[in-house]
């Protein structure tokens, strides 16, 4: 079955080092997106991907990197300088020429926390 | 700047009544809304979706109402179901990043809680 793969689904990490969250996708999906929940608050876009070795910033950039080496793999890099990396991190693809937003795919998510 | 906003935290329905979940936006530049329903620790599900050139679609038991010219949405869910219970986002999307790059804009969330 196609899909979107998060691993892990719990992360623990100590203040000042920096954590790796996968998200890999088997849709053929051109673009990819990275967002993070935090409680009573919606989903705010982290970086996006269109294309393979190009990426852009989101709203809530700071903090973060990412890569896109391969179109099925957008892993996001949360840095030592993400001063509040506590929350639950989503991934999504979708077909790039799709003009319907229907075709949006969400993963399980991770949820990061740190100690 | 809140651009998608749920004003209501939470709504509790009996279990065949109707629910209403409203969302507003502020960003007349958005041009499709979809709404999603979420569990906890898991991502969200696609529930429905309507654009701005339509003022309502309906699947089955779900429907989206939009209001333009109040830049406000709703869904229905009749009859609710215990089966329901979830937290349900709408999300717009359009604007200075344009439908095709595919970023959504979220609003808060509402839980609902239909009781049997």
């Known amino acids: 079955d196609g899909g979107i793969t998060q691993s892990p689904k719990y992360l623990f990490r100590k203040e000042g080092q920096n954590v790796t969250l996968s998200c890999e996708q088997n849709?053929?999906?051109?673009?990819m997106y990275w967002y993070r929940q935090d409680p009573g608050q919606g989903l705010r876009l982290i970086y996006y991907?269109?294309?393979?070795?190009?990426?852009q910033k989101g709203d809530i950039a700071e903090g973060y990197s990412v890569s896109r080496e391969k179109k099925e793999s957008f892993p996001l890099t949360v840095t030592s300088a993400q001063k509040n990396p506590t929350a639950f991190y989503l991934c999504?693809?979708?077909?790039?020429?799709?003009?319907?937003?229907?075709?949006?795919?969400f993963g399980s998510g991770t949820r990061l926390t740190v100690v | 700047d809140q651009q998608v906003k749920q004003n209501s935290p939470s709504l509790s329905v009996q279990e065949g009544r109707i629910s209403i979940l409203n969302c507003d936006y502020t960003?007349?530049?958005?041009?499709?809304f979809l709404w999603y329903k979420k569990y906890p620790a898991e991502g969200p599900t696609f529930l429905i979706s309507i654009s701005s050139i339509k003022d309502k679609n309906e699947d089955g038991r779900f429907t989206v109402f939009l209001n333009k010219s109040a830049k406000h949405l709703s869904l229905h869910i009749v009859p609710s179901q215990p089966g329901d219970s979830a937290v349900y986002f709408c999300?717009?999307?359009?604007?200075?990043?344009?439908?095709?790059?595919?970023?959504?804009?979220f609003g808060q969330g509402t839980i609902l809680t239909v009781h049997p």
């Open positions: 999504a693809s979708k077909p790039i020429f799709s003009r319907s937003m229907d075709g949006y795919t």
């Open positions: 960003n007349s530049m958005f041009d499709y």
């Open positions: 999300a717009a999307s359009g604007g200075a990043g344009g439908t095709s790059y595919g970023k959504l804009t």
């Open positions: 849709l053929n999906h051109d673009a």
């Open positions: 991907s269109q294309i393979v070795n190009d990426f």
